[in-house]
């Protein structure tokens, strides 16, 4: 079997996986030296990977197109793992409608978890309030209400959902989902189905978009979505911009309705210069790195050394990602 990464990669893991890829044949991609094979140049004829490695320093040095070019192009790719949490772009459909399985990353869970509650809470909690008693040399109280009386509501229940429950729920703070599939969960206090969200929303002072996009979700937040938002409520959005109305937002947030906006996500990305998003009062902007934690390409790593070892074995791998995810049938 060939295994296809970045030369970045196989630096980083070729001793862990040692133990267990003795029999795979391991080319490298870089931008200085094009494909290799311990060392010695590969023609792009000789690349036809049964496993594709596509990491986030791949993106960053330019060889995820590479990456991708080949497993496309190829006749024997049968997975791939991907540094991507989210599949809705094009091009994962058409990876696994030639029957390639992919498997998703959770490497970026615990970083987008802490920006999500490291914003809330710094919402929450008067801090700006008392930077402008301070600058005024005011003594003045600053009364607030407690984390752990604030309602969140997280749609999308993954990873990342799961990630931010457990930080939310460590200040004793009620949590409810909303996800396709109902039923209870130990770790928040109720799982509803999306049709609930006109309920759900009123009570809610925190509601994090962190689900994937589907048409069922695109333009999940609109008009309805504001409306039926408790005044004052706090939006954090780190799945994707196209989950959001932007002019229903832009309205409700004259309303109070969110009365905060924290986006990690846009429509377009990049944000341009002109958007109203940068200098509105009550709107943070985020541009898509939440994930950049420095802990990131780490767990990364760790997920795609634990995911070939089951491979090669023939067990279940991982954060697997099922046709439904993409857009096929199931």
């Known amino acids: 079997m060939q295994l296809l990464m970045t ?23 870089s931008k200085e030296d094009g494909f290799r094979r311990d060392g010695r140049p590969v023609e792009a004829s000789e690349v036809d990977p049964d496993i594709v490695w596509a990491t986030l320093d791949s993106m960053a040095d330019g060889q995820l197109n590479v990456l991708i070019s080949r497993t496309l192009k190829g006749t024997r790719a049968r997975w791939m793992q991907t540094f991507n949490a989210g599949l809705d772009a094009p ?8 029957g390639i399985r992919i498997s998703k990353s959770n ?18 909690l008067p801090i700006d309030r008392q930077r402008e008693a301070q600058a005024a040399h005011e003594w003045r109280r600053t009364p607030y209400r407690e984390v752990s009386q604030i309602h969140w509501t997280l749609i ?16 004793g703070a009620r949590v409810t989902v909303v996800r396709r599939s109902v039923g209870s969960d130990d770790l928040v206090d109720a799982v509803v189905a999306q049709d609930a969200l006109p309920q759900v929303l009123p009570t809610t002072d925190v509601v994090v978009l962190a689900c994937a996009l589907t048409e069922e979700t695109r333009n999940l937040a609109g008009q309805a979505f504001f409306d039926a938002l408790k005044p004052g409520a706090i939006l954090v959005n780190i799945g994707r911009g196209d989950l959001v109305d932007e002019d229903a937002l832009r309205a409700g947030l004259e309303r109070d309705q969110p009365g905060h906006a924290v986006l990690d996500v846009f429509r377009t990305e990049p944000l341009p210069a002109d958007s109203w998003f940068w200098d509105h009062p009550k709107v943070r902007v985020a541009a898509h790195t939440s994930n950049s934690g420095y802990g990131t390409p780490g767990r ?14 023939g067990e279940p791998l991982i954060n697997e990602a099922s046709p439904r995810e993409v857009g096929l049938p199931s």
């Open 7 to 29: 030369a970045a990669a196989l630096d980083r893991v070729r001793d862990r996986i040692a133990p267990f890829a003795g029999g795979l044949d391991i080319v490298t991609t």
């Open 91 to 98: 091009i994962f459909r058409e990876i696994m409608a030639k």
């Open 107 to 124: 490497a970026q869970a615990v970083p987008i978890a802490e920006f999500v509650v490291g914003h809330a809470i710094s919402l929450i």
């Open 156 to 171: 999308g229940y993954g990873s990342i959902g799961r990630e931010i429950a457990k930080r939310v729920k460590a200040f």
């Open 300 to 313: 990364g790593d760790d997920l795609f050394v634990a995911n070939l070892e089951r491979y090669v074995k």
